[in-house]
């Protein structure tokens, strides 16, 4: 997340992420799944900025920036309303630090919703982060944090200091680790989406013996081939079972020379790993050639 102050108020770049590893560990008796997850945010943004509101209303305009197929499919889904994790987050914070301080809000969309690359997670966490600022409340980094696991799993991720993470818990909780090597992607989305409950309500705990912490040891010695033969996400099976458009994704993958693949959260954004920039340019042609309505080349996040 990155956030800079402007003449009128907070501006924030809100990264998009890539689940390099999920697996599910079991579920938890308040419904939600224990989880191990490696993320790592990467250079796709959200952009949203914040000026102050005298009459203590926060008011959120949502802009669609996100590209589109010739059919115009890929339309955003977010809400401008009290249901937008934005809202939520502005309302919780005005709540907690008992202030009655107004905020105008403006959300340029271009991570894609129903994609698994934590769009909505991101804006939510650049809310928590901007607002804070912008109103002086003072509110430390762990209670923030704090706020963060209680609006969504994801969220704490894009609150913490480091572009890679391993999460676990339901996701929120977070240890940060350091990588020195700069990792190329290249990901795509099919025109549609794939709920989040609907997958997690259909996935088993995982049975393999794929353990976080050895992939992590991969990308901190920069072993990246190594790290992506041992990709994996214990959401892509159910996933698979719902959405034909992400076995066609799959299928595409595993024809290009992508050094590993997958798809990221719960879908239906698909990644591959490459080797270079130029690398993930070829990739990214013959996808749009093929007819992937969105498809984007970007790295991990400085």
């Not at 339901?170 to 989406?193: D, M, N, Q, Y």
Request: glycine letters at 10%; one cysteine or more.
């Amino acid at each position: 997340m990155l956030c800079q102050s402007t003449t009128r108020g907070v501006s924030v770049l809100a990264p998009a992420k890539l689940n390099l590893f999920l697996r599910i560990v079991g579920k938890r008796p308040d419904g939600f799944h224990d989880i191990e997850s490696v993320m790592v945010s990467v250079n796709l943004y959200d952009t949203l900025t914040f000026e102050p509101l005298p009459t203590g209303d926060i008011e959120l305009a949502v802009v669609d920036a996100s590209p589109r197929s010739k059919s115009g499919e890929l339309k955003s889904e977010a809400p401008a309303g009290p249901t937008n994790l934005v809202v939520r987050a502005a309302n919780l914070l005005k709540e907690y630090a008992g202030s009655d301080q107004g905020a105008r809000i403006s959300l340029i969309k271009r991570i894609p919703s129903s994609a698994g690359l934590g769009g909505g997670s991101s804006d939510c966490a650049a809310a928590l982060g901007a607002l804070n600022r912008l109103w002086g409340l003072g509110v430390s980094d762990a209670e923030l944090m704090q706020l963060a696991g209680r609006l969504g799993s994801d969220v704490p991720f894009f609150l913490g200091k480091s572009p890679l993470a391993l999460c676990t818990g339901r996701g929120e909780l977070i240890e940060p680790f350091r990588v020195s090597t700069a990792l190329h992607f290249v990901i795509a989305k099919p025109s549609s989406g794939l709920s989040t409950p609907a997958v997690y309500r259909i996935c088993e705990p995982d049975r393999t013996n794929q353990s976080a912490e050895r992939f992590l040891k991969t990308i901190q010695t920069g072993r990246i081939c190594e790290m992506a033969r041992r990709l994996h996400n214990g959401l892509q099976a159910p996933a698979e079972t719902l959405s034909s458009d992400v076995r066609r994704l799959r299928s595409l993958f595993e024809q290009e020379s992508v050094v590993g693949h997958q798809m990221s959260g719960s879908g239906s954004s698909y990644f591959g790993v490459c080797r270079s920039r130029r690398h993930a340019m070829g990739v990214a042609s013959r996808l749009r050639s093929a007819g992937i309505p969105w498809v984007r080349i970007v790295r991990s996040s400085p």
